[in-house]
């Protein structure tokens, strides 16, 4: 035999060689081959029982068709008692019957895919959890569960999709392993979700480790999500959660994806691949973590996707584009950061934010037409609400931004406001600003709202604005630029203070090395200005 498919269930082989390599696709439930060679032929092939493997009580088989059918009630379990290969077709497991795989501390290893259609368990009873189900076959999935799975205690490994859930998939103290998707997960329809539910567990890929296709619930809690990828032009990611009709939900849990694609070119646009921690909504909370390092090539993003971050982290480094998180945003008690070595680096790129008591920071290492971001937004309908938290940028070589904020051609504009909070920009070499905001008209700009804290820019070599937008409201705190305490860009008034017939000559405060107040249209009621001029 060479090459194509073959079902070799009867018969004889013959010739210098029996069969090519992944010509012979499945022999029958309980079968193995013979090899010998003779006066006539290098290699005679034919097919024999296999020895026993499996145990269900005191018997024990060849087949896991015979092994399933041995299977009660009173009996569920078929234990493993060698260490084997089979390269058999298997059969699905009855649809009736509730069934514990025990690996007891042995390799079992299949060519062709384990179908569940009832209640089954994968679990290792040895008191070294040193058995493990494999799959050796890359062109075919590992296991399909179509019912009710669960992984406990117990080392999977496989070679291209390791599990197909489409009902209820469980891993439990486990680890899952393969080049290709750990889990890929698909409900029926909207009133018929698939779920996911992963405990205190590793799942290892190479390209994506799980994929919450569609209609699908997933939910990952003190486990470690990791992706270690160093194939050239290969979109990455480590959970992929693609569908308005899923849900993923992290709980102390840590995503890491390392990537060293040398694709430099954005994501199906300018650059052919990405790499994601997280792509798709989602929640973070009691301390998990998304930690992506690009360190060669492709743009990476920490979340793509809405995303609500509970005492967590989300931290990204790459040598091109860097985003900690891409979407609407509502952090508490949790860092986003993102470093660039070559290229722009943002903290949130965002169409709005809620942060209270956070940390948000962008840091570019390249010099020239490259900029750093605390916060960025292209949505001129977008809000970011700043309590008690600090946001930053930092840009040795290059133009930083703590807000950049823009308005839309029908004149809708960004809206900033910060309440105890401190927003700070820095550059090097070029202009550095705390917050920054396009003006539509007269009456319509992208703003701000201080009613306490510190916004401010500071510049070793260029020049530097505390605000550089109009229309903003400054009720108390600091407002501070090396050059530009507030710079106007229209004719829309900052309001400075409040019209309350009472005056307050401290607060707030705005500070400039060249001048306090430039350009614009001020309404000045309360604080004091402090520059050069």
């Known amino acids: 035999l060479y090459d194509g498919a073959v079902y070799f269930y009867d018969g004889v082989l013959r010739g210098e060689t029996a069969y090519s390599e992944d010509t012979i696709k499945a022999i029958p439930d309980g079968a193995t081959y013979h090899l010998e060679a003779s006066a006539d032929y290098d290699e005679n092939c034919w097919l024999v029982a296999a020895e026993d493997y499996l145990q269900v009580g005191d018997q024990t088989y060849n087949s896991l068709a015979l092994a399933y059918a041995a299977v009660t009630a009173e009996n569920p379990t078929i234990k493993v008692i060698k260490d084997v290969a089979i390269e ?104 018929n979700h698939a779920t996911v539910t992963i405990t205190d567990s590793e799942i290892e890929s190479e390209g994506r480790a799980l994929y919450n296709n569609s209609y699908s619930d997933m939910s990952v809690t003190g486990s470690t999500v990791s992706v270690d990828n160093h194939a050239v032009e290969k979109t990455v990611y480590g959970i992929q959660n693609s569908s308005s009709y899923t849900t993923l939900t992290l709980d102390n849990t840590d995503v890491i994806v390392n990537t060293a694609t040398t694709d430099t070119d954005t994501c199906g646009y300018v650059y052919a691949h990405c790499t994601y921690g997280i792509s798709g909504n989602v929640t973070l909370t009691n301390g998990s973590s998304v930690t992506v390092s690009a360190p060669s090539g492709s743009p990476a993003y920490g979340i793509s996707g809405t995303a609500t971050i509970q005492d967590s982290t989300v931290t990204v480094t790459a040598y091109s584009p860097a985003t900690g998180v891409s979407g609407t945003v509502n952090a508490t008690n949790s860092t986003i950061s993102a ?47 700043i309590t008690n938290s600090h946001v930053s940028s930092e840009a040795e070589h290059a133009t930083s931004y703590g807000i950049y904020g823009s308005c839309s ?36 700009s992208s703003r701000v709202t201080l009613n306490s804290g510190t916004i401010s820019a500071s510049s070793d070599n260029d020049a530097s604005y505390g605000i550089r937008a109009a229309g903003n409201t400054i009720l108390g705190g600091k407002v501070e630029g090396g050059t530009y305490g507030i710079y106007g860009t229209g004719a829309n008034p900052t309001v400075i203070g409040k019209n309350d017939g009472e005056i307050d000559t401290e607060s707030p405060e705005i500070l400039g090395g060249s001048h306090a107040l430039y350009d614009g249209a001020v309404y000045f009621y309360d604080g004091v200005l402090r520059g050069g001029n």
């Open 88 to 191: 058999a077709a298997l059969p699905e497991s009855p649809a009736d019957k509730t069934i514990v795989l025990d690996l007891n501390g042995h390799s079992l290893t299949y060519t062709q895919t384990l179908i569940n259609n009832g209640n089954m368990t994968i679990t290792d009873s040895s008191l070294a959890k040193s058995g493990s189900f494999n799959n050796s076959n890359p062109n075919l999935t590992t296991i399909v569960n179509n019912a009710t799975l669960t992984i406990d205690s117990a080392v999977i490994t496989a070679k291209n999709l390791a599990i197909e859930n489409k009902l209820t998939l469980t891993v439990n103290e486990s680890k899952i392993t393969t080049p290709q998707t750990v889990i890929q997960s698909t409900g029926t329809n909207n009133n």
């Open 339 to 385: 470093t660039s070595q070559n290229n722009s680096a943002y903290g949130l790129s965002s169409s709005g934010a809620t942060l209270t008591n956070s940390n948000v920071s962008a840091t570019t290492n390249r010099s020239g037409n490259y900029y750093a971001y605390g916060i960025y937004t292209s949505s001129s309908t977008a809000t970011f609400t």
């Open 409 to 444: 051609s029908s004149g809708s504009c960004m809206n900033a406001i910060v309440d105890g909070s401190t927003v700070t920009a820095h550059s090097g070499d070029k202009t550095a600003t705390g917050v920054y905001g396009d003006s539509y008209s007269a009456t319509k």
